[in-house]
């Protein structure tokens, strides 16, 4: 009885293989027409309704849903989960409407990165944590409605700018 070895089959079947290809059809030739121009008529009723359709949208009259944050803040000891790297100005304008603060900074605006990564973390911890992380370039403070940055002047080591 003869065995039939690995090497044996995989021989065969590339065989198989090449000479099936020999027996494919050639592809057809596809003709790329551009499509024939729409009727005046038609072309008219289109623009119609996309005017009527814009019309509609701007006197209110279709139901767009509206931007939301996903949360709002509605107390400083409200929980919150955030992951972010990148500019404290551009986290803190968006806690701050969230939270329905003002958010406004003094002075010259400088790059201020932080790394954010917390899990149900209150709003004032949150607010606390940045403050570290910015504390070397900007003070951070709430007060009443509002939410300042305040940029600190660079130290220049005693020389005159």
Not at 28 to 48: E, F, G, H, R
Not at 82 to 103: H, K, M, N, P, Y
Request: charge should be positive; hydrophobic fraction near 40%; proline fraction near 7%.
């Amino acid at each position: 009885m003869k065995s039939t070895t690995p090497t044996g089959l995989a021989s065969a079947t590339a065989l198989v293989l090449l000479l099936s290809g020999c027996q494919t059809p050639p592809p057809s030739q596809v003709s790329c027409t551009p499509a024939p121009p729409l009727p005046a008529s038609t072309q008219k009723q289109i623009q119609n309704l996309q005017l009527h359709n814009q019309l509609l949208q701007q006197s209110g009259a279709i139901n767009t849903k509206a931007f939301t944050l996903p949360a709002t803040l509605t107390a400083n000891s409200r929980r919150v989960t955030i992951q972010w790297d990148g500019d404290a100005v551009e986290l803190l304008s968006t806690l701050a409407r969230q939270r329905g603060l003002e958010f406004v900074y003094t002075g010259v605006r400088l790059p201020l990165p932080v790394d954010v990564n917390v899990k149900d973390m209150t709003f004032e911890n949150l607010l606390s944590l940045l403050r570290v992380q910015i504390g070397w370039r900007a003070k951070l403070v709430q007060d009443g409605v509002e939410l300042r940055l305040y940029f600190t002047v660079p130290d220049k080591g005693g020389r005159v700018a």
